[in-house]
């Protein structure tokens, strides 16, 4: 069974860094495009950067210069490096993973459990 695993959130006072990341495992053949989005208290999931199988990679507006998506193919694995952090980053964040796995005929979307991001002002 194919899943995602994210891993370091954690709270972290204003203008700090953290580093996220989200590991795939189970019978995974390919992984194509991969994103992180988040989820603040009372609003809707939205989409925060995402990084193609190529390596092309796209932020919202208002991470731009201050988060990078990175991918490692070997390990599965993509991270969200977080720098100069604002209050308004606190949300939830999951990684999710267009993976195409052994026996599948296409690509189905995957999604983590989700991991806590607080910034303190």
């Known amino acids: 069974q194919v899943q995602l695993v994210e891993s370091g959130g954690g709270l972290m006072q204003a203008g700090g860094s953290l580093r996220l990341s989200c590991v795939a495992s189970g019978p995974i053949f390919s992984i194509n495009a991969m994103g992180w989005y988040r989820q603040a208290p009372g609003k809707q999931r939205v989409l925060v950067a995402t990084?193609?199988?190529?390596?092309?990679?796209n932020y919202v507006d208002s991470v731009k210069g201050r988060f990078t998506i990175s991918r490692d193919n070997a390990k599965n694995a993509m991270y969200l490096q977080m720098n100069s952090l604002k209050p308004e980053d606190t949300a939830v964040y999951y990684c999710t993973a267009a993976i195409l796995d052994f026996g599948a005929v296409r690509y189905i979307d995957y999604w983590g459990q989700g991991t806590q991001v607080t910034v303190s002002s």
């Open positions: 990084i193609t199988g190529g390596g092309n990679t």
